[in-house]
Structures are given as structure tokens and as C-alpha cells.
């Protein structure tokens, strides 16, 4: 039983190293995982004060329908509650647009590199997909533009990137929303909106009532720490929500998932404690790399990808010998370089130390 012909030119999904491998691997008794993107803060303590009344009746089915947190999140982002889709993580609703627009003879249009899962589920569906390389980071959307034609179902933007962290703004999505053609989807996977402080970032759930071809993917795995009950979401126009709904399985998202993400949502002192505690990590983690010399992209996220002058599979294995899981650049299509989740101030201060002192002998012979 082989399965479809495109998986012989695809592989699973291989997640970064885990805790308890490293730990086992080197012999160390604390790990710092700072590969993932997690929230290092955890999550909000009022779903951990609640969390235990959840588990009463797990042998009923999880609402389908998800009315609750739909209702709430409907009323906070001033949307119909038939403009949302909920899946088992923000992917989860990649993968039903997928399974919804794509299919052989069509195509869709993403950045190189991006999000891999909009490629990996569109060679699934057996679709084309053209990727247009980034500019400094930066989405390439007139590139993006060019490469859309009368096969075209789907456009990926994804704001801030992942893995450099870029953030599309208002104009740019404006301009590119104005050239794009009505019939072609485009999606802004906005995983780390919760980041984002820039003055110029859209208003993308605003811009539905201007746009009937957008969908906006937001998650609660990133700012509010719940990636381990996996739960996301899109909002859309209705007819599109709908024809997403009409693929989305019955029981998708838990019934644990579904009420820890409604308590979240009313915590928004944690998300602003979070995101106040990453901007300070994240600044003083930038000027450490202005000072010794190393360039990184604009980052609106939880993390930093920073260009090195050795293999980022290198400087990878150092840190992993020291306790510090980092995302190389050579498992993101972007070599020369590591991605760096935001973390807690004394753990960011000790891996600043560690880069520097291996790094150190490098900078000087390349000085000299």
C-alpha cells in the first residue's frame, strides 16, 4: 500500500529535538527549549485554576459546533459567529483550506521560506505550488502577484513570517488585496498577532468586510500558551466559513481545548504581561547581536532568526551540548543562521553568553 504518488517525494513532519532526548543525549539535568516558538511564560493561571473542572464527563463528545468560545471570540472580534472555523491548531485549518480549494490543475502561491505546512497539505491535494523567495525577510508580493494565474485557489501570506518574522503591513496588504484577483483566496496566517506592536500592522479582520477573498488564521498556541491542547482558528466571510465547515470534521477541537481557550480569552492581563515581558527579552537580545556584529531580521514575533558567520547547524549542536534548544536555519531552508524563540531574561542573558564564547574565535579570525 504506497499511498499517493506525490509521497514518495515528501517525509513526515520531524519536530525539533525534545527535552528529555537532550537531557538523556548530554547528561544534563536542565533543559532550555528555545526552538518552538512556545510561550516561556507558560500559560494564564486562571485555565490552571479551572482547568481540573474540565475533565468531568469525558465520555461525552466535544461540542461540534465549539458555541461557547465561538460566541466569545465572535463578540470580541466583532464578526458573525458564522464567520468562524475552528481547528485542532491554526494547521489543522490550513490543512481543511486545503482540502477545500486544492486539487489537481490548480495552483497556489507562497513565500520561500515560509510556513512549510502550506506546501506540505497542497502537494497532498496534488497541486502546484509556486514559492517566491523572500526579500530581507520580506514577503515579495509583487513577485507573488506575478506568479498568479487563472489556476490559481489559494495565496498564502503569512504576517509576521515564520521563520523571520516579518510583518506585512497595512499598505502593503492593501496594495497587494487590490491586485489580487477576487476569485483567488488569500490567507494571512496571523499566528503571532498577539506580538505584534508595529503602528502599521493591518487591522485584518476589519479589512473582511472590505475583502471577500480573505481569511485571517489566528492560534492559542503561541501568546497564550495553550500549543499542548492544540486549538486555532480562521475567520472568513460566511460562504467561505461555510464551505470550510462543510470539510472541518465534527469533533475537531476538545472539549478540555474549547474551555481553556474561553477562559484565556477573558485573560488578556496575561497576554499583556507576556508580550510586555518579550518585547524587553527581545530587545536586549538584538542589541547583544548589534554588539558583537551579527544581523537579524525585524522581527514582530516571540522570536528572532539571526544570520551567523557558521553553519547554523553548528552553532545548533554547541548550544544543544550546553542545554539551549535553538531551531537551526538548516532545517528552515534559511542555512546560516538560527531561529531563537524569545525566552525568560536570566535564561536569554546565559545564551547570549554562550553564542558569544563560541562565536568569539570565529568573529576575530574572520577580522583578522
Known amino acids: ?11 513526515p513532519y520531524k519536530p525539533g529535538k525534545q527535552i528529555e532526548e537532550v537531557k538523556k543525549e548530554y547528561n544534563l ?92 497539505n ?25 506568479e498568479i494565474d487563472e489556476d490559481t485557489k489559494v495565496v498564502w501570506l503569512c504576517t509576521p513570517n515564520n521563520p523571520t518574522g516579518n510583518l506585512i503591513n497595512k499598505s502593503e496588504l492593501d496594495r497587494f488585496m487590490g491586485r489580487c484577483p477576487n476569485d483567488v483566496l488569500v490567507v494571512v496566517d496571523e499566528a503571532y498577532f498577539e506580538y505584534v506592536t508595529a503602528k502599521d500592522a493591518p487591522d485584518t479582520i476589519k479589512a473582511l468586510k ?20 492544540r486549538i486555532g482558528y ?37 497576554i499583556q504581561e507576556t508580550v510586555e515581558k518579550n518585547s524587553a527579552n527581545k530587545q ?17 514575533t516571540n522570536f528572532v532568526f539571526v544570520k551567523l558567520p557558521v553553519t547554523g547547524d553548528e552553532l545548533f549542536e554547541y548550544l544543544l551540548s550546553k542545554g539551549y534548544i535553538v531551531r537551526s536555519g538548516e532545517a528552515l531552508g534559511h542555512p546560516n ?14 545564551l547570549q553568553n554562550l553564542i558569544e564564547e563560541y562565536l568569539s574565535p570565529v568573529t576575530k579570525e574572520s577580522q583578522s
Open 1 to 11: 500500500m504506497n499511498g499517493k504518488e506525490i509521497f514518495k517525494q515528501m517525509s
Open 29 to 120: 539535568s536542565k533543559i532550555i527549549k528555545l526552538a518552538s516558538n512556545e510561550n516561556p511564560f507558560g500559560y494564564s493561571p486562571k485555565v490552571k485554576e479551572a482547568i481540573t473542572t474540565f475533565i468531568d464527563h469525558l465520555e461525552i463528545y466535544p461540542d461540534g459546533y465549539t458555541a461557547e468560545l465561538r460566541s466569545e471570540l465572535a463578540t470580541k472580534l466583532d464578526v458573525d459567529d458564522e464567520q468562524l472555523v475552528f481547528g485542532c491548531g491554526s494547521d489543522e485549518v490550513v490543512d481543511i483550506i486545503c482540502r477545500t480549494y486544492l486539487e489537481p490543475g490548480t495552483n497556489t502561491v507562497m513565500a520561500t521560506p515560509t510556513f512549510p505546512q502550506y506546501k506540505h
Open 122 to 146: 497542497a502537494l497532498i491535494q496534488g497541486a502546484e505550488t509556486r514559492e517566491v523567495s523572500l526579500i530581507d525577510g520580506y514577503h515579495d508580493l509583487d513577485g507573488m502577484i506575478q
Open 210 to 229: 472590505e475583502y471577500s477573498n480573505l481569511i485571517v488564521l489566528r492560534t492559542f498556541s503561541k501568546a497564550y500558551g495553550l500549543a499542548g491542547l
Open 234 to 270: 480562521g475567520v472568513t466571510n460566511e460562504k467561505v466559513a461555510s464551505l470550510l465547515n462543510i470539510t472541518r470534521g465534527p469533533f475537531n477541537t476538545t472539549t478540555i481545548a474549547q474551555k481553556a481557550a474561553l477562559v484565556a480569552l477573558k485573560d488578556q492581563d496575561f
Open 284 to 300: 536586549d537580545l538584538v542589541s547583544f547581536f548589534d554588539k558583537i556584529g551579527l544581523s537579524y531580521y525585524d522581527s514582530e
Open 337 to 350: 543562521g538560527v531561529r531563537i524563540t524569545i525566552g525568560k531574561k536570566d535564561d536569554m542573558k546565559e
